[in-house]
């Protein structure tokens, strides 16, 4: 009998915990990951925000205007640069997805040399608070000039201050990560379009040009190759890689292809119904910029395959 009796206290006892273990494992998977996104409402931003929301996180977005946000963001008031408190201000994120940089399409403005020490001071700010998970904004300009893929290893000379403040940035905030015990990814974008009313690249100069009734827009050879990426799916892509901790370290968010630049363009005017012609020629192409350059999409494709 008193065998009979142990016996089945053990059993109990083993399906309580299991039980207890079971429970606090689904706890854990449900609790909704809190995600900081800076320069929340800024072209690549915002979308980045919808394909959070998407996801199902909870998400703060901080910048310093919301007019058309999704109502969903909570949103940060605070200033995220000179803050001593901007870690608890903007919510005890879990991930924090650094994307607020000025005169981004300037890429010569002195602001991306005087606002490095700022941004330096928000991600240091944030790792003491206690983030766990950094992601900051790089680009294909922080790399300069190169013929080929560019991967994780591909060396950087960058060429001007809008690189070489990216450049100095990547350095810095890997520092930071591993001081604090943080995953550190770097997100590096390339050749972005879409949303072609609020974007600045050539895609939206040609956009706003055939709004405009022109015939005809001055344009290069077209020759030289590009990854090109729209920002929907440039979106998905970052938005993926913050709900992982796997794969880290600089990520080339990017479509992996090169295409000449004239057969994108020609592309997307057809796919746009636009009656503007594109004067090839009008334009020498720069001696600065490659034949051809794109990303290497091995780490985010692993992503995107989850």
Not at 14 to 42: C, E, H, P, Q, W
Not at 101 to 111: K, L, P, T, Y
Not at 165 to 172: F, K, P, S, T, V
Request: net charge neutral.
């Amino acid at each position: 009998m008193l065998q009979n009796e142990i016996y089945k206290y053990i059993i109990v006892m083993f399906y309580r915990d299991l039980y207890s273990i079971t429970n606090t494992d689904s706890k854990l998977k449900d609790k909704t990951m809190k995600v900081l996104v800076t320069g929340a409402n800024g072209y690549i931003g915002k979308h980045v925000v919808e394909a959070l929301l998407n996801k199902g996180c909870d998400v703060y977005a901080a910048d310093v205007r919301f007019e058309g946000m999704d109502e969903r963001v909570n949103k940060v008031t605070a200033p995220i640069f000179d803050n001593p408190n901007i870690f608890e201000e903007s919510g005890c994120p879990d991930v924090c997805i650094h994307m607020a940089w000025r005169d981004g399409f300037v890429h010569n403005s002195e602001a991306h040399i005087v606002d490095l020490t700022k941004h330096y001071a928000f991600i240091k700010k944030m790792l003491e608070g206690g983030l766990k998970q950094i992601i900051t904004m790089g680009s294909m300009h922080e790399v300069g000039y190169w013929e080929g893929a560019i991967d994780e290893n591909t060396p950087t000379h960058p060429s001007s201050y809008y690189g070489i403040a990216n450049n100095a940035l990547r350095d810095i905030s890997k520092l930071l990560a591993d001081a604090n015990g943080a995953c550190w990814q770097w997100v590096r974008a390339y050749y972005i379009y879409g949303d072609d009313l609020r974007g600045s690249s050539i895609f939206s100069k040609i956009a706003k040009a055939d709004a405009e009734g022109k015939k005809t827009f001055p344009f290069t050879t077209g020759k030289n190759k590009y990854d090109f990426i729209t920002v929907d799916r440039l979106a998905d892509q970052i938005a993926a890689v913050a709900c992982q901790k796997e794969i880290d370290g600089i990520i080339n968010c990017c479509s992996g292809k090169p295409v000449a630049l004239g057969e994108e363009i020609e592309g997307f005017i057809k796919k746009k119904g636009y009656s503007i012609k594109l004067e090839y020629g009008a334009f020498p192409d720069r001696p600065y910029d490659s034949p051809a350059v794109w990303g290497d999409a091995t780490k985010i494709n692993k992503i995107m395959s989850k």
